[in-house]
């Protein structure tokens, strides 16, 4: 059990680096579709049967990632080739059912070692043979319901082994007939909706049918320790830059199974801190002890605060089991973060408001469907999207009800950047009966009775919080997507299941519930989600704590050349959509793109849209930030991000290519901002810190198109802690622009070394509300210096000589040179950004994974092309 050629992941120091190992079967292995293989379960899992044929198997993967893989089927996420792949509905279930062998080196175990197999995710049934034998008793249904298995006396006393796993679809596949989760009846299974189709995306050929999570072995000494959980308590009111902090209070529990035929006495003990906290235990044979440990007391902790309020401290509990001859026989290790979330009712707003360590925080949030339509996740994919959730200054992510509970690999990186997570169970009102809807199979009283297996339901639930009740950046529970579970299953959930096995966290029955946000204006609770006029966002009042509010989002011209044809890159006309642009769902701008000028070319169009991109989110985080406290407690975006190749709501396109939603969002919601209400010229600061900022100066000035720059109006504020603070107006200076035919505000808050804290750069229309003025702008030549700070790291200096007119609108891009390729995912701490005439402007570039060759690319609205070779 000793020496293989697999990945390990090991738990624990040298003294005793065997007491606990678990590595990932993800190579070698086979696969085969059910019509082909005319042999039992018992007869593939012999090391000895001849696998003649089989197809390499991409595990953890989906049958179809299996078959694009292996060359079988176009890539469904350009033009229209998901429609050249079968679809289940039509093809038949056995036409995705699939066979999965696995050879495997495992040393048969000595003594009272243990060997435990895992499953951590198969959609949707599956039996699983182990040298010729039935590993589970009864077939296993449920996607989200984890598997494991005691294997000990079934490995091969010679060390080779061989697994087979049969996997089936889910039971009904759904009828793709264009509805929201198709005609409904995937539903009645416990597994995600969207893979029927919804107004985001098109159905997924195989509905997700695979072993989409990790298979792993676990080995231990004797004793297996499970189902850590960690609740932390901070009493009172903290503050992130306190110097020392009250204590915090955890209460930790485990428990702890004896699979021997022997008793076994020993100590369990976890380690926080360098501190040690232990306690004695029997364990009976073939039994499992639930442990509970005394309160302990960390002094000065430091403690774990959301994206944008403090600084994301976490800390390495490792639980150990030691025999009372003092040897290690397994360890568990789980990081955690020192905080209390918890919630209020306000008044004011009608509206739930949330604390974390006794201080209110407004929410900007971020709707999440899943990381990629078929469920091919890695922790690199995963940092690099919650890591532009954080760049965009959102400071919670809510987990869709139609997807799934997400990976732990996803609350990691949520611990890692400080995105509260708000985690819908497996419902949606579309679904699940909530309205009458012409599409679906059944009516609604049908519908809300599914899932058909409720008691899959419940032990799904139960397995996915415990694994997922450590994580300091899970905030909130949630019953479903704008509708409850079933009666049966709500009330086990919320009056047994959550208190018993979290009891932390505060429970909504669903996603746009009255105990979240009081709808007294009708409809849904949700929306709108189109193209919306910016001043809306500032003068209309929506819900309190809106949880899917959103606009437009498509990517620029290099964004659409991944995925759409040649022949189909035309601008889109909505009375005559293109019909590739259809299948991506494509949603319009309006008359916004019009404002602007009529584009020539698609170029020109994406160029356009990235403007109203910009000015769409700029304003929605703005015009909700204006009203904070007092109309609002939060907002949540639909949505940030696609998982497939949509042309809607996303700050980033699935190739992780950042569009200017994305920075209007960072500029809009940033922590300490300044900003103009565009109806009335207000000038404004936000602060959403707990800190207050003393002797800042307020600056404004307006800039005309020509670059001539009017005189300065400045004054010393001071802003207060988590506050919207009105100053004075410029509206008379705005009218001036207008007459004119455009111009440029300019606004920034400096500190005392004048340096700039916040600084907000709008482009003014005409009298008439058009920006055709920027078309007139005289070009802007810049000059570029760039510096290597590291492999991963650049910075950029751009300036925009005395006499220039502003440089707008810039977007940056680190290429490869001998394409002209974006390398992606890249990150920049700016974007789309403006320079004015005799300013320079700095920009931050950096990346997870070493620079190579590369070259940085500019361009921007009358800036002309420049690329810049790097060096490293």
């Not at 994580?471 to 208190?499: K, M, R, V, Y």
């Not at 909505?574 to 590739?580: A, C, K």
């Not at 809607?648 to 209007?664: I, V």
Request: proline share 6%; with cysteine; aromatic share 12%.
């Amino acid at each position: 059990m000793k020496t293989r050629f697999l990945l390990f992941i090991l738990c624990g120091f040298f003294l005793n680096v065997f007491a606990h190992q678990e590595y990932e079967l993800n190579k070698g292995w086979q696969c085969r579709n059910i019509e082909k293989v005319h042999a039992s379960g018992t007869q593939l899992s012999n090391v000895s049967f001849p696998l003649h044929h089989w197809l390499p198997a991409t595990v953890p993967g989906t049958v179809l990632t299996t078959l694009l893989n292996d060359k079988i089927f176009p890539d469904p996420f350009y033009g229209m080739n998901n429609k050249k792949i079968p679809d289940i509905y039509h093809a038949g279930r056995d036409y995705y059912t699939y066979w999965f062998v696995n050879n495997f080196r495992e040393s048969f175990p000595q003594g009272d070692e243990q060997v435990y197999l895992n499953f951590h995710g198969v959609n949707y049934a599956c039996d699983i043979y182990l040298n010729g034998h039935k590993v589970n008793e009864q077939r296993h249904y449920g996607m989200f319901l984890r598997q494991s298995y005691n294997i000990t006396s079934l490995l091969a006393k010679n060390g080779e082994n061989r697994l087979a796993v049969i996997v089936y679809p889910p039971d009904p596949v759904g009828n793709p007939n264009g509805g929201q989760g198709g005609d409904g009846t995937i539903a009645r299974n416990v597994a995600i909706q969207y893979p029927a189709g919804w107004d985001w995306i098109q159905p997924i050929p195989d509905r997700n049918t695979g072993i989409w999570d990790k298979v792993t072995l676990l080995e231990t000494k004797g004793v297996l320790l499970k189902n850590p959980h960690i609740i932390t308590l901070v009493p009172g009111k903290r503050f992130p830059d306190a110097r020392t902090q009250d204590p915090a209070i955890i209460k930790a529990s485990i428990a702890i199974e004896n699979p021997t035929d022997d008793e076994m006495k020993g100590e369990v003990q976890y380690t926080i801190n360098n501190q040690v906290i232990k306690k004695n235990v029997d364990l009976l044979p073939k039994s499992t002890q639930m442990v509970h440990f005394s309160d302990y007391t960390l002094q000065n902790p430091r403690l774990w605060w959301p994206n944008g309020y403090g600084d994301q401290a976490l800390y390495n509990v490792r639980f150990q089991f030691i025999s009372d001859n003092h040897k290690v026989l397994d360890e568990a290790s789980q990081n955690i973060g020192i905080r209390q979330i918890e919630t209020s009712w306000d008044e004011h707003t009608r509206s739930r408001k949330v604390y974390v360590n006794g201080q209110k925080i407004f929410i900007k949030g971020g709707d999440w469907i899943i990381s990629d339509e078929m469920l091919r996740f890695s922790p690199g994919r995963y940092n690099a999207e919650i890591r532009f959730h954080k760049e965009m200054n959102l400071n919670l992510i809510r987990v869709w009800g139609g997807a799934l509970t997400e990976r732990p690999e996803f609350y990691n990186a949520c611990d890692k950047y400080g995105l509260l997570v708000f985690q819908d169970f497996w419902f949606s009102g579309d679904c699940n009966g909530r309205w009458k809807d012409p599409m679906k199979k059944n009516d609604q009283w049908t519908r809300r009775n599914y899932p058909d297996d409720h008691a899959l339901v419940l032990a799904s639930m139960k397995d996915q919080i415990r694994m997922l009740r450590n994580h300091p950046s899970l905030a909130f529970w949630c019953g479903g997507n704008e509708i409850t579970p079933p009666n049966d299953i709500l009330n086990q959930l919320e009056d047994s299941i959550l208190p018993k096995l979290d009891g932390t966290r505060y429970f909504f029955e669903y996603s746009n519930t009255d105990s979240m946000s009081y709808n007294s204006l009708g409809g849904n609770g949700d929306g709108p989600y189109g193209i919306q006029d910016p001043d809306h966002f500032w003068n209309d009042r929506t819900f309190p704590f809106n949880s899917e509010v959103g606009s437009v989002g498509m990517g620029d011209i290099e964004s659409l050349k991944r995925f759409i044809p040649e022949h189909d890159l035309v601008i889109p006309d909505s009375d005559h959509l293109d019909s590739v642009w259809e299948y991506h769902k494509f949603i319009g701008y309006g008359n916004h793109i019009k404002r602007y000028g009529t584009p020539k070319t698609l170029a020109d169009y994406c160029e356009i849209a990235q403007l109203v991109n910009y000015d769409q989110y700029r304003a929605l985080a703005e015009g909700f930030s204006a009203h904070m406290w007092d109309w609002y407690t939060g907002f949540i975006i639909w949505k940030t991000q696609n998982p497939w190749t949509a042309l809607r709501g996303q700050m980033y396109d699935y190739y992780l290519d950042p569009n200017a939603c994305l920075y209007g969002l960072r500029c809009g919601a940033e922590p300490l901002h300044i900003m103009c209400n565009p109806v009335t010229g207000m000038i404004m600061t936000v602060n959403n810190t707990f800190q207050p900022y003393r002797n800042i100066m307020l600056r404004e000035f307006t800039i005309e198109l020509n670059g001539k720059k009017n005189p300065d109006n400045t004054q010393f504020i001071y802003i207060s802690p988590s506050s919207v603070q009105p100053f004075f107006s410029v509206e008379d200076q705005l009218d001036a622009l207008r007459r004119q035919g455009g111009g440029f505000l300019q606004l920034q808050l400096l500190d005392a070394n004048r340096h700039v804290l916040s600084g907000n750069l709008y482009w003014i229309p005409d009298t008439i509300g058009n920006y055709t003025g920027l078309s007139h702008m005289p070009e802007a030549k810049v000059h570029l210096v760039t510096k290597e700070l590291s492999d991963t790291s650049i910075r950029v200096s751009l300036t925009n000589p005395s006499g220039n007119p502003v440089a707008f609108f810039i977007r940056l891009s680190v290429v490869d040179p001998a394409t002209g390729k974006r390398i992606l995912p890249v990150f920049y701490d700016n974007n789309y950004l403006s320079v004015l005439p005799g300013e320079t402007r700095e920009v931050h570039i950096s990346s997870e994974k070493p620079f190579e060759k590369c070259a940085l690319q500019i361009s921007g609205w009358n800036v002309k092309e420049q690329t810049v070779k790097l060096s490293f």
